[in-house]
């Protein structure tokens, strides 16, 4: 059976793909990253979406990105806006998907994974350069020149299957999917109170999703 490395953040997105790479019997290892993002909740939704789906070994990594900051979720001096903003909003965490497909592809060819799956999507999301296709692309170029593995003839594929999905659309996969998404979280403040706070740039596209599709009570927010 081929395996697969997840990067599963404990968000409805990555959710969604271990979902899918899940649906495709493969072989699946999550990997959470811990870089000091202001919702470390997700740390703990993560590790009950990796439970659910019964993952082969989930490693959790910690690297502190808030010695650089420059994102509202890693700089305490930033607050998270809760109004939609124009251009790339303070949310993006410079060089954070890069160096998490790096982290994921350290593991991939140590275990022999042949795929790295992850919940980007440049549809409904905040605007991230690092979520576009053309970063996907490139960053598939740069797998196939960096490793031993690529080198000598095998391939790791950058899997994104929610690239050019909407939100509706990744919530239907989702549940097809048997994704709980009570779950999972995507509030950047909820270490700030109970209860996801509803104007986050994140938790606005989410609420709008599951309002549309009537389907509210999903999404339980703690």
């Known amino acids: 059976m081929n395996k697969s490395i997840v990067l599963l953040s404990g968000g409805m997105d990555s959710a969604t793909a271990l979902s899918i790479a899940k649906s495709k019997r ?10 000091g993002q202001k919702h470390s909740t997700e740390i703990e939704k993560a590790k009950l979406i990796a439970n659910h789906f019964q993952v082969i070994e989930h490693k959790i990594i910690e690297i502190d990105l808030t010695v650089f900051g420059g994102s509202a979720l890693t700089d305490k001096s930033i607050d998270i806006p809760e109004n939609e903003s124009q251009g790339i909003p303070v949310t993006y965490v410079p060089a954070r998907n890069t160096i998490f ?18 919940g980007v999507n440049a549809i409904d999301y905040s605007g991230y350069p690092d979520c576009r296709p053309e970063y996907i692309e490139a960053m598939q170029g740069l797998v196939n020149l960096a ?5 000598e003839g095998n391939s790791i594929a950058i899997e994104a299957p929610l690239l050019s999905m909407n939100k509706i659309d990744i919530i239907k996969n989702g549940i097809e999917n048997d994704v709980d998404f009570s779950k999972t979280v995507s509030c950047y403040q909820l270490t700030k109170q109970s209860k996801s706070c509803g104007v986050c740039d994140s938790c606005r596209i989410r609420l709008k999703a599951f309002e549309e599709l009537n389907l509210i009570d999903r999404i339980e927010y703690v």
């Open 101 to 118: 497909f790096s982290l994921s592809l350290a593991w991939a060819e140590v275990i022999g994974a042949n795929s790295i799956y992850s």
């Open 26 to 35: 493969l072989s699946c290892y999550a990997l959470t990253i811990n870089y």
């Open 147 to 151: 490793t031993k593995a690529t080198v």
